[in-house]
């Protein structure tokens, strides 16, 4: 019987140990619940205030006249004791990707966006997201209907308003917790260090070449880390789009031009770039208004002196994905995590390097003189190379040469673009036994080179000179 008793003693403790656990952890799991909804709701309160606050406040839209001030506080919500708990929550796949000390990094840093359009406005918009806290606007422009369709928060209702305080508006909606810094200016290098001040990073999303190499100068001199969005217009292939150091830019008629002049400033590299390969294909400018062509030259492509009006085709999706490359970088940088070799869409350059080296050769012999210099340099190569014969031989079945050659195909024109093809090392030999005789030879006349290789292959000529010419109607050469 005592055993019997003790067994039943024993089995009630048991009992009311594991009733008490599970009461316990019931309590537990129902109080987290609990401050999970009570925390919650405190959100959803701060956001339905700031809406309500926003939809309050003058309704009118932001057009500075004469010397008015823009009332910049208007967007501004108060977010005083906004719970650090919430942002780890709002922030929390940023958290699991960066860890905890890379994103006390990315939130500790300052950055500063020059150029709030189509590339700049997604910049901004993916870095608040991603937990950047401190943010500077700069532009002078304004909301139009044509920017819808690739600005990255601009509405019908926001046409008229300044770009930089249309993408304030929805960076306070998305993070409570940002500084945002706008400013309706243009950057100008002579007091370039008052809008950069305090700048871990800058993004120069520019579309004005002569302020763009500015700010990238400038910004190289003083060593404040800078990216540069080079040309999404007239763009519509999204592999093309290549993250580089601005040295190594293949081909981009805005890059070429921005890194010629920054070569002839002194600097050569050290600022990495998103930019596209593609070569506009058959859209077209539209019409410019007779008061520009009274201005003068207008035959640019988005290299403007004093912001000339030049309208360019833009498929919006372009200008985002251009915004997104750099928004990543700059995040993995700050994290700590840096992209440290982005893979090049095409890794030829020592090729490039070789064909022109060749090609200096074989024109020094055909024209009987040591030459300097070509007429085309690496980046007309990998135009001829790449965009022109894709990689391929002139001659047909058009094969992929092994030991590709670079040669002028009518020996009675100069060399350009529109002279140059590419052929296989044994159809080159042959191309310069029959049409290009030095003209120390005499024995040997020149043959016509459709004599020698064809009306089909002459006719692919004729197609690429004419795709070099569309293509010179976009650079202005």
């Not at 016509?448 to 002459?458: F, H, K, L, M, Y």
């Amino acid at each position: 019987m005592n055993v019997f008793s003790a067994q039943s003693h024993r089995t009630q403790l048991i009992l009311a140990a594991v009733s008490a656990s599970l009461l316990t952890s019931g309590l537990f799991t129902a109080y987290n619940a609990y401050s999970r909804r009570e925390r919650r709701r405190n959100l959803d309160r701060d956001i339905l205030k700031s809406i309500t606050d926003q939809d309050e406040g003058p309704k009118q839209r932001l057009r500075p006249k004469g010397d008015e001030l823009i009332n910049e506080q208007i967007f501004r919500v108060d977010v005083d004791g906004y719970d650090e708990e919430l942002i780890r929550e709002q922030l929390a796949r940023c958290y699991a990707f960066f860890g905890d000390e890379g994103m006390a990094r990315v939130r500790e840093k300052s950055v500063v966006v020059v150029g709030c359009g189509g590339v700049g406005s997604w910049v901004a918009v993916m870095l608040v997201r991603s937990g950047v806290s401190k943010i500077r606007l700069v532009d002078f422009d304004y909301v139009t209907l044509s920017s819808l369709n690739r600005h990255a928060t601009a509405v019908r209702a926001d046409v008229g308003m300044p770009k930089v305080l249309c993408i304030e508006r929805t960076l306070k909606q998305i993070s409570a917790w940002v500084e945002v810094d706008s400013r309706v200016e243009i950057w100008r290098k002579e007091d370039g260090g008052r809008l950069l001040e305090g700048a871990d990073w800058v993004i120069d999303a520019i579309d004005n070449i002569t302020t763009k190499v500015d700010l990238l100068k400038y910004c190289h001199e003083h060593h404040i880390k800078v990216f540069s969005s080079m040309g999404a217009s007239a763009k519509t292939d999204p592999t093309r789009i290549q993250i580089s150091d601005i040295s190594y830019t293949m081909y981009d008629p805005l890059a070429r031009s921005v890194r010629r002049r920054l070569r002839l400033q002194g600097v050569s590299s050290g600022i990495p770039v998103v930019y596209s390969t593609e070569v506009p294909g058959d859209v077209k400018l539209l019409p410019l208004p007779e008061e520009e062509f009274q201005k003068g030259d207008v035959k640019e492509l988005g290299v403007f002196d004093d912001f000339r009006v030049r309208i360019l085709p833009v498929l919006g999706s372009l200008p985002s994905l251009f915004g997104l490359h750099i928004a990543t970088y700059i995040l993995c940088e700050m994290a700590g995590k840096p992209i440290l070799n982005p893979l090049p869409i095409k890794n030829r350059k020592k090729l490039y390097e070789r064909l022109l080296r060749d090609l200096l050769h074989r024109e020094s012999k055909f024209i009987g003189e040591p030459i300097n210099k070509l007429p085309i340099d690496e980046d007309d190569v990998a135009l001829i190379f790449e965009d022109l014969h894709l990689g391929r031989s002139v001659v047909p079945p058009h094969v992929v040469p092994a030991h590709p050659t670079l040669l002028r195909w009518d020996p009675a024109k100069p060399l350009t673009l529109e002279n140059c093809v590419v052929f296989e090392s044994t159809e080159a030999a042959k191309h310069v036994r029959e049409c290009l005789t030095p003209q120390t030879e005499e024995a040997h006349s020149r043959k016509n080179p459709r004599a020698v290789w064809g009306d089909e292959v002459q006719a692919v000529v004729e197609r690429h000179a004419g795709d070099v010419a569309k293509y010179r109607t976009w650079v202005g050469l």
